[in-house]
């Protein structure tokens, strides 16, 4: 059964808690294109809801598919936000940010009344970390704010290697907001709370990709007996 197929599974499952008027968030990354794609199918045929982009990426996609969008200063409540993560942990603690988008992502979810995750079985971890941690920081004192970055990993308990982010042409990647990437190969996160605090004390760190309190439930497309397997987790 292939990661793709799973994907599927999670975000078809994912457009049967979509109701007819709803405010959506619209997530970014492969799984959340497929919930893209999916919900297009749903709104092609009559179904009525406005969604939030939370990349550049996603609003192609959304608009490819003919799903009306809305901003959130038209639409700063949200009724509903389904994205992917990178991890998630077993109390719906969350990596994101693989994909660069970890920004609108947060401030999306966080104007979300709901927030489902959908993810593959091989997202699920008991400790967050193995998937490097994104960074998002400012261009203008890259090197100091990299320091100041690595205290505040070592002060929360936590060590690994930087890495600036690059795209395929070798150039620092750039977010939709003109930020740069810090990728921090941890391992391990024991305590995110406090890492995450740490990391917003920092000058020049814009966000990060720990997303702590925000996912209300997830959907996990499993394998099982070559078939996807459902499991839900929190509310969704
Ligand atoms: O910045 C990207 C997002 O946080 C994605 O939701 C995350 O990287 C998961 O992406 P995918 O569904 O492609 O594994």
Known sequence: MSPAALKRAAAARAVELVEDGMRLGLGTGSTATLFVELLGEKVRAGLSVVGVPTSEA????????????????????LDLTIDGADEIDPQLRLIKGGGGAL????????ASRRMVVIVDGAKRVETLGRFPLPIEVVPFGL???????????????????????????GAPFLTDGGHLILDAGLARIPDPEALARALVAVPGVVEHGL????????????????????VTLGAA
């Open 58 to 77: 996603t609003r192609s996609a959304a608009q490819a598919a003919g799903i009306p969008l809305t901003t959130l200063d038209d639409t700063p409540e």
């Open 103 to 110: 920004l609108r992502e947060k401030i999306v979810a966080a």
């Open 143 to 169: 090197g100091a704010t990299t320091r100041a970055v690595a205290a505040a990993i070592g002060a929360a308990g936590c060590d690994g290697p930087l890495t600036l982010r690059r795209g395929a042409d």
């Open 211 to 230: 997303f702590i309190g925000l996912a209300t439930g997830a959907i996990v497309a499993e394998a099982a007996d070559g078939q996807p397997r459902i």
